[in-house]
């Protein structure tokens, strides 16, 4: 029976993985006219299901924008829209060719990369699920720079290889969250770039600091690999302009030698880049993936943490972002 059951779930994740690369085909070769009127169609049906936490992002633009219901309202309807439209965007990675790839983007602020690069310790660059991320990986590898993205594995084994196809496409290597050190050390030794991204809950076992005047637990690897290293770290994001190019805006690195070697310059140096990120979203806040629950730990649920600690005995100063935007 358990066997059936399994063949079921086997057949119906292949089916889902067919269904996509499908999909992406199609998205390959769509017009942004197409595909905005496809996310349109797709939103006006699927905003009433409750998977989709509508209210969950209309309360969460409410409170971290600061603007009222009828504004969160219709931002909430754009987020969905922009989230399929560069979703269909993404998903023709499978199929651009390199010179498809290569001509949808333009990058503001390379020179930052290649000063950070230029250590030869490697660089950590870091972003958000903001806009076209799934497209920076690959344009980077496309212009001659080794690139390892640390990726979430899927449940469904079948996506996760179409995936991992998609994002190798064009020369990118991933690797899962349990990377060892070991790897990681040898990587950024070569020269290389380690992606990470940034902007989902870290549970209790996260770096605390404020993101939209609000704790918020970080991942601690950013920092910790930095400091370990001597890596810096190199904030970028791609904002979507389907009227000409997507831009790739690479910010200048922050250096690990301004930071002390231990929690609190961990955190600092965390809130730093936190910042950035907030104020890149602001600038396109339909751009952000706002349906995850970004704020759902907070320091006083995790209270043995130490960067928990740190914020709950500092009555709220320590962790304050500084922008660098």
Request: some cysteine; hydrophobic content about 40%.
């Amino acid at each position: 029976m358990k066997q059936s059951a399994n063949s079921i779930t086997s057949f119906f994740h292949l089916m889902q993985a067919i269904l996509i690369d499908f999909l992406a085909k199609k998205c390959a070769t769509m017009s942004f006219s197409q595909k905005k009127k496809l996310a349109k169609l797709l939103t006006f049906f699927a905003l009433p299901m409750p998977w989709l936490r509508r209210k969950h992002v209309t309360e969460s633009l409410m409170q971290h924008l600061q603007i009222d219901r009828e504004k969160a309202h219709e931002l909430s309807q754009r987020v969905f829209t922009s989230f399929l439209i560069n979703s269909f965007e993404m998903a023709g990675l499978k199929y651009y060719s390199d010179r498809q790839l290569m001509d949808k983007i333009r990058v503001e602020g390379l020179e930052h990369l290649q000063e950070a690069l230029a250590g030869k310790k490697g660089t950590i660059i870091v972003s958000g699920h903001f806009g076209l991320w799934e497209l920076v990986p690959p344009w980077l590898a496309l212009n001659g720079f080794d690139i390892t993205v640390v990726v979430r594995r899927q449940n469904n084994a079948h996506i996760d290889a179409w995936m991992e196809k998609m994002r190798q496409r064009h020369g990118a290597r991933t690797t899962d969250s349990g990377f060892g050190m070991r790897n990681i050390l040898k990587s950024l030794r070569q020269g290389h770039i380690l992606a990470l991204m940034v902007d989902q809950d870290n549970g209790k076992q996260g770096i605390f600091v404020k993101f939209f005047n609000q704790w918020a637990s970080a991942p601690t690897g950013p920092a910790a690999i930095s400091l370990k290293t001597g890596a810096p770290i190199v904030p970028l994001a791609i904002f979507p302009d389907y009227d000409r190019q997507h831009l790739l805006k690479i910010y200048p690195p922050i250096y690990p030698r301004d930071f002390s070697d231990d929690i609190a310059g961990q955190q600092k140096m965390t809130a730093i880049f936190t910042g950035l990120l907030e104020n890149i979203i602001k600038l396109q806040p339909e751009n952000w993936f706002w349906l995850h629950r970004r704020w759902k730990t907070q320091p006083h649920d995790a209270p043995e943490n130490p960067w928990a600690k740190l914020v709950l005995t500092s009555e709220g100063k320590a962790g304050n972002n500084i922008s660098r935007a």
